[in-house]
């Protein structure tokens, strides 16, 4: 069995992973490991952003930890982190129990349901630079939200054939609940280990670097560096002639990187507002490109 | 007949609250259109009802079937059906084909001639039969602002996915299907607290949901809360903060209502109230508490979706929650104090308005422009509306309003007030954005309207110059709010400024207030739509004399002279128009006395002339009523006129001489209200 709980009956923060990890692992979801790139959410993760395209079922779960450098306090806000770690579950298509199944999850990691109180209150999500939006709620446990489920209606631009739902597990947050810590240093992540002794650091010497020595100059480099190789890559698509072997997946990670600096320049303050509008644009160009090329050769696989 | 009672529940995943009650309303009226056009709808009762997880509409006495009719069938032309008295094959197969003998034929006129035909009866189609086929349609042709497919693309669109149905006439299953979901007799209970199988009938539904832990009505959560809240504050001598938004939210948010009190550390009371609140109502949706001065208490009322909180572990969330966000707030307080508004100004560059329009530091430089000079026209100081003005979007840059955008002017009026500006200057930034609906007050002082108006009047005019005008539903800059708060803020506050010569550059701006004006004069100060036309036909500009002008027709409209009057001039306006004469135009045309006939003519022209100067010298000192009486007294001349005098002489300089009179007349005369538009009784019946 995995976790066990403590003395005062509280699972650690690694228990609750593992835990939600087994329980989707269960309802036949592929239990992945995080995506090895900064990523400012799980959805833009390949799992999640090209799984969730064309007509295949595919059932995903996994922590990716999430990175917005925009979010970061030094590490002296008790609730606010520069990085945390989301549980992402896609299935699609989404079953017809999905809220069920969800909200045993939260009895599977502890919650008595019958003693708190639930409420799907209107959320709907939608990330521009990936061109994707969808409709949901965030989930609110006892007046904290600590879900946002979202039924996708587009990503990459394109509307989705099968409707999957995601559910986002904000796991800094149930377990600061669970074990009724009121900061996220607080917490247990394994027996007389705390968050904070994982992690704190981290976040001290990111927000540094985040707000104060990050090169500005560089990162724009580096935008641009990682801009123009996918784009290369999408120019070269259309001509390529064996559509299974082009390395899609690489052109999409340098829409992640794009995307990731971009958050970086904007934490730095880089990015003007008449220039922000712009940048968004370009990257969520690059990402309806490899969205597009991704489902032609989805096709191409599938007739060969 | 025999009626049945009938039950339609669509059970849904949770619904927007602000949704539900347009939701309800839209279901209603489509089923009512419905029940009309199928015959029936004679007597029905309907009512609707819902929760976060359903709709639902109850009929008690739903009509089993539609009422029986006969019509006439037409056969074969009498010509074709009948050779030398006898029936012939074409009578005998029509004869067949209705099931009757063909002595039972009878022959009708019609307007192509005379034709064979029968009568018969078509029995009513059983509602049942008729509402199986219509209601999916009925059902997913709800309005809702935004909605969703949820198994794949081109499925049925609705608000949230579909779970389940129930559809019952009578003990009948009423049969159809939505997205894979077939319509049954079994409802669904509290998601937590009830079962998951309710078998129902339309006579047990309210009470088998009841047993499961969903007050179906939602008068009924509202009373439950209502009463929880009573019962909670009983002896602790806390007062509740009404809020009815609030309360209609949470009636919508919950199947099972139950309040709670919970408080949080009475330190956090050392931040501004605006900012506690706006935390515990906006982000939290929890009532604020007073205590017997009318103090903000450190306590609040928080309503969960389930029966009840024994062990307190709900409370205990909640109060950890509220913590968390005020520890942010009073962070963001300590933090924006940093730097002082004047010294974010520049900072602004950095804040878009809108793309076109620049940055929120053009706009405020806009907006000190615009307020300076509305302060000049009505010769008050301009220099705290300058400063206001440029100050009063400076909280966007502060962290606070980053984090909870409501507060957007109110931290500015704060911040200022904390810094040392005068309270004209930051009472004015604190209420700028006033009125943000109709029953919100305009802002309290001279300066503070006069910044409100600068802030919407650059929003309408940059909008509108670069084509962003609301369409339908579609107002993403909330135009239609914003012009409605300068009406207000003009009319409410008595400022006598030139609104159309301000925005005259722009015609459909002009055009849009004109709109504006209509609906606010019509539907918010009770004025009728014939009088706030004939007054805005009349010209307008300074509102406040719209406002006296209107007053002044709708006292004089039941004298007796005024009607009959009004009739006169829009015959005046007809013969003018008639003759080519533009009636609006203002050159002044000229009367020859000489030629005037004795008699009616030259009295009318005499009593105009007597008329005119008292008229003018009423109006000059706005005083409307008289001026208007003066004009009404009129009418005896001007009806003796039309008795006696032919308009159209033969001679054609006497013509146009009449003509010109009339014309001087009405243009005299239609300064304050164009006559022409009343409706009068007359016309109307």
């Not at chain 1, 993760?45 to 990716?64: H, K, N």
């Not at chain 1, 521009?128 to 965030?138: K, S």
């Not at chain 2, 009226?29 to 199928?38: D, N, T, V």
């Amino acid at each position: 069995m995995i976790g066990t709980q403590n003395g005062d009956g509280m699972y650690a923060f690694q228990d609750i992973l593992m835990k939600l990890k087994q329980y989707w692992g269960e309802r036949g979801c592929i239990v992945q490991e995080p995506y090895d790139l900064e990523v400012g959410a799980g959805t833009m993760c390949p799992e999640t952003f090209l799984r969730v395209l064309g007509p295949e079922p595919y059932r995903v779960a996994y922590i990716q930890p999430s990175r917005r450098p925009a979010d970061g306090r030094y590490g002296e806000n008790p609730n606010r982190l520069y990085k945390h770690w989301q549980l992402q579950v896609i299935l699609k298509p989404s079953p017809d129990d999905i809220q069920e199944q969800y909200l045993e999850s939260l009895q599977a990691i502890g919650i008595d349901l019958r003693k708190h109180d639930i409420k799907f209150e209107e959320d709907n999500w939608e990330s521009p630079t990936l061109g994707a939006w969808g409709i949901g709620w965030q989930v609110m446990l006892d007046g904290l939200e600590i879900t946002q489920f979202t039924y996708f209606q587009q990503c990459g631009g394109l509307d989705l054939e099968v409707v999957p739902v995601e559910l986002t597990y904000g796991m800094e947050r149930l377990a600061a609940f669970l074990q009724n810590k009121s900061s996220v240093y607080e917490i247990e992540w394994a027996p007389g280990v705390t968050y904070g002794d994982v992690r704190l650091a981290d976040e001290l010497q990111f927000s540094v670097y985040n707000f104060e020595l990050a090169d500005i100059p560089t990162l724009w480099k580096l935008f641009d560096l990682h801009e123009g190789e996918c784009r290369r890559l999408l120019d070269a698509w259309p001509g390529y002639p064996d559509k299974r072997r082009f390395p899609l997946l690489a052109a999409y990670d340098h829409v992640l990187k794009c995307s990731h600096l971009f958050n970086l320049l904007d934490s730095r303050g880089a990015i003007s507002v008449t220039e922000r509008v712009a940048v968004i644009g370009r990257v969520r160009k690059l990402a309806v490109g490899v969205a597009e090329a991704w489902l032609e050769q989805k096709r191409a696989e599938a007739t060969a | 007949m025999r009626r049945l009672p009938f039950l339609l529940e669509v059970g849904v995943e949770e619904i927007p609250d602000r949704m539900i009650p347009s939701a309800l309303e839209d279901l209603r009226s489509s089923f009512e259109r419905l029940a009309a056009e199928q015959g029936l709808a004679d007597g029905l009762l309907v009512r609707t009802d819902a929760t976060p997880r359903r709709l639902v509409l109850q009929v008690e006495n739903l009509p089993e079937r539609q009422a029986d009719r006969e019509e006439w069938v037409l056969g074969p032309p009498r010509s074709a059906a009948f050779q030398e008295g006898r029936p012939t094959p074409a009578a005998e197969g029509f004869a067949r084909k209705m099931g009757v003998a063909v002595s039972d034929l009878i022959v009708r006129e019609t307007p192509r001639g005379e034709y064979v035909a029968c009568r018969r009866s078509i029995p009513g189609r059983p509602a049942r039969e008729i509402l199986s086929e219509l209601l999916p349609g009925l059902i997913l042709g709800i309005h809702f602002p935004k909605t969703m497919y949820w198994p794949g693309k081109g499925g049925p669109r609705f608000i949230r996915p579909i779970r389940w149905l129930v559809a019952l006439l009578g003990d009948q299953v009423v049969p159809f299907e939505i997205a894979g979901v077939r319509t049954g007799n079994i409802s669904r209970g509290h998601r937590l607290l009830g079962s998951a199988s309710i078998p129902v009938t339309p006579a047990d539904y309210a009470e088998q949901l009841r047993r499961n832990y969903v007050l179906v009505a939602a008068d009924e959560r509202r009373r439950k809360i209502e009463q929880d809240i009573v019962r909670l504050l009983e002896g602790t001598g806390l007062r509740l903060r009404p809020d009815p938004a609030l309360l209609t939210t949470l009636v919508y948010l919950t199947e099972y209502p139950t309040a709670i009190l919970g408080s949080f550390d009475a330190e956090f009371l050392t931040l501004p109230e605006e900012v506690l609140v706006t935390v515990m109502r906006h982000h939290q949706k929890y009532f604020s508490l007073e205590d017997a001065q009318g103090r903000l208490a450190p306590y609040f009322i928080a309503v969960l979706n389930t029966d009840g909180d024994p062990e307190g572990l709900v409370r205990q969330g909640h109060e950890r929650v509220l913590r968390a966000r005020f520890n942010d707030a009073r962070f963001f307080w300590e933090v924006d104090q940093h730097r002082k508004l004047e010294d974010r100004v520049p900072m602004l560059a950095q804040v878009t308005y809108q793309a076109r329009l620049g940055t929120y530091l053009d706009k405020a430089r806009r907006m000190a422009r615009l307020g300076r000079r509305l302060a000049l026209l009505l010769k008050t100081d301009p220099a705290p509306v300058e400063r206001a003005a440029l100050l009063a979007k400076c909280d966007l840059t502060t962290e606070m309003v980053k984090e909870f955008t409501e507060l957007q002017g109110i931290m500015g009026g704060l911040y200022a007030r904390r810094q040392g500006e005068p309270e004209e200057v930051w009472r004015a930034i604190y209420e700028h954005y006033r009125p943000e609906s109709m029953d919100d007050p305009i802002p309290s002082t001279l300066t503070g309207c006069l910044v409100a108006l600068a802030d919407k009047l650059d929003a309408l005019q940059g909008c509108f110059r670069l084509g962003l005008v609301p369409s339908g539903s579609r107002d993403p800059f909330a135009l239609r709010r914003a012009a409605q708060g300068v009406v207000r803020i003009l009319v409410e506050g008595n400022l006598a400024l030139p609104l159309r010569r301000l925005i005259a550059r722009d015609a459909a701006l002009v055009e849009f207030f004109e709109d504006r004006l209509r609906y606010y004069f019509r539907e918010v100060r009770g004025f009728r739509y014939d009088e706030v036309n004939a007054v805005l036909a009349a010209g307008w500009d300074d509102l406040t004399d719209l406002e006296s002008r209107l007053t002044a027709l709708r006292q004089v409209r039941p004298t007796e002279n005024f009607e009959p009057l009004a009739v006169s001039f829009k015959r005046i306006k007809n013969i003018l128009r008639q003759a080519g004469i533009l009636a609006a135009s203002s050159e002044a045309r000229a009367v020859r006395e000489e030629i005037l006939e004795a008699g009616p003519e030259r009295e009318l022209w005499q009593a105009f002339q007597r008329l005119r100067r008292q008229v003018a010298r009423r109006r000059r000192r706005k005083q409307y009523r008289e001026a208007l009486e003066a004009i009404a007294s009129l009418r005896p001349a001007v009806d003796r006129f039309f008795d006696k005098v032919l308009v159209n002489a033969p001679d054609p300089a006497i013509r146009e001489n009449r003509l010109n009179m009339l014309s001087r007349l009405l243009q005299e005369f239609s300064s304050i209200a164009d006559f022409s538009e009343i409706v009068t009784t007359q016309e109307e019946n």
